[in-house]
């Protein structure tokens, strides 16, 4: 199962707020947490990232950062 929380919007602090309270929340469940940024990945790592397996089985949290700056493919 896939939960997914798009964080978007012209408040950009509010926003950054959210995303950081989301990381705090996920690392105190023990969640493994993974920031790509899109600007430097390409649809290859994001991939892999959702794909792969956790050393310890544990659940992931993956941030997406500046999604629409991806190239189109």
């Known amino acids: 199962m896939i939960d997914a929380k798009l964080l978007h919007g012209e408040n950009l602090a509010e926003s950054r707020r959210e ?3 989301e990381i705090q929340k996920a690392r105190q469940e ?3 947490v993974i920031v790509i940024e899109a600007k430097k990945s390409d649809l290859t790592n994001i991939r ?3 794909e792969s397996n ?3 089985g544990k659940e992931k ?3 997406l950062e500046n999604f629409f700056s991806l190239p189109r493919q």
């Open 30 to 32: 023990g969640l493994e």
């Open 61 to 63: 949290l993956i941030v």
């Open 54 to 56: 956790s050393l310890f």
């Open 19 to 21: 995303l950081a309270l």
């Open 48 to 50: 892999s990232a959702l």
